[in-house]
């Protein structure tokens, strides 16, 4: 089963307690992830707002981290952080 990535970003927003326009999906990014039972499909959304949003993230045991602390992520994490900050920089 999959989901729609609207549908997606509408479950993150609430999920998240954000404004309805807080996220934005960026359609060119994708990329997928083998587990031991399917393929997931990993999509990228970013912040309307040029301040991360925090205490949203806290609310739900989440938090954001500096670059450089990344690498306490594990190494398959790693690889999909520097996909997405590839993508960013154009």
Do not use: N
């Not at 992830?33 to 707002?49: E, H, M, N, V, Y």
């Amino acid at each position: 089963m999959s989901i729609h990535p609207a549908a997606a970003l509408r479950q993150a927003v609430a999920h998240l307690a954000l404004a309805p326009d807080a996220l934005v999906a960026d359609t060119g990014f994708h990329a997928w992830a083998d587990t031991p039972t399917c393929k997931i499909l990993i999509g990228l959304a970013r912040f309307t707002t040029i301040d991360p949003p925090f205490a949203a993230a806290e609310r739900v045991g989440a938090h954001f981290i500096a670059l450089t602390e990344a690498r306490a992520l594990s190494p398959i994490e790693r690889l999909l952080l520097g996909r997405v900050y590839e993508h960013a920089m154009g």
